[in-house]
């Protein structure tokens, strides 16, 4: 029999496994490059690769791809401390900084606060250069939804 610490590690191992592969199977992912990885509580890292077709008329990525990539590793960072619901955005707050071009990008999220009805998380886009593109800071709160009803979380 393992120890309670090590069934607990085994069981948010678990949930964060399922996690990256509820993000996989969202039909939104496969209009992107991109790969999410569940780091450990309240800590997610997303990998985008950025391409030309998501360019606005001035040559840069349009803001959608911003949010996109800052409301999702926001998202599944504050999902990793809900274990039983899905999170459901309710407000977002983007900060642009810098242009995204094309190439890799990784938005880093992190749980800030809350840990029953409403959670805060925060997280920021780096760029090739290793510079900040942009931040975000979101607040979601738990659904109706199951988490173990979701064909991707629990295949």
């Known amino acids: 029999?393992?120890?309670?610490?090590?069934?607990?590690?085994?069981?948010?191992?678990?949930?964060?496994?399922?996690?990256?592969?509820?993000?996989?199977?969202?039909?939104?992912?496969?209009?992107?490059?991109?790969?999410?990885?569940?780091?450990?509580?309240?800590?997610?890292?997303?990998?985008?690769?950025?391409?030309q077709d998501v360019y606005h008329a001035a040559g840069a990525a349009h803001g959608t791809?911003?949010?996109?990539?800052?409301?999702?590793?926001?998202f599944y960072a504050a999902n990793t401390l809900a274990t039983d619901r899905f999170l459901l955005t309710t407000s977002f707050n983007l900060h642009f900084t810098k242009p995204v071009r094309v190439g890799e990008v990784v938005a880093e999220g992190r749980w800030v606060s809350g840990r029953r009805r409403v959670f805060v998380a925060e997280s920021r886009l780096i760029d090739t250069e290793g510079d900040e593109i942009g931040r975000g800071t979101g607040t979601f709160m738990r659904s109706r939804i199951a988490l173990s009803s979701l064909d991707g979380y629990s295949s």
């Open 65 to 74: 791809i911003y949010f996109k990539m800052l409301d999702d590793a926001a």
């Open 1 to 51: 029999m393992l120890p309670d610490a090590e069934r607990v590690e085994d069981g948010a191992s678990q949930h964060y496994r399922a996690l990256e592969r509820l993000y996989e199977s969202a039909p939104i992912n496969d209009k992107f490059a991109s790969r999410l990885e569940i780091r450990g509580e309240g800590l997610s890292r997303l990998t985008f690769s950025i391409t």
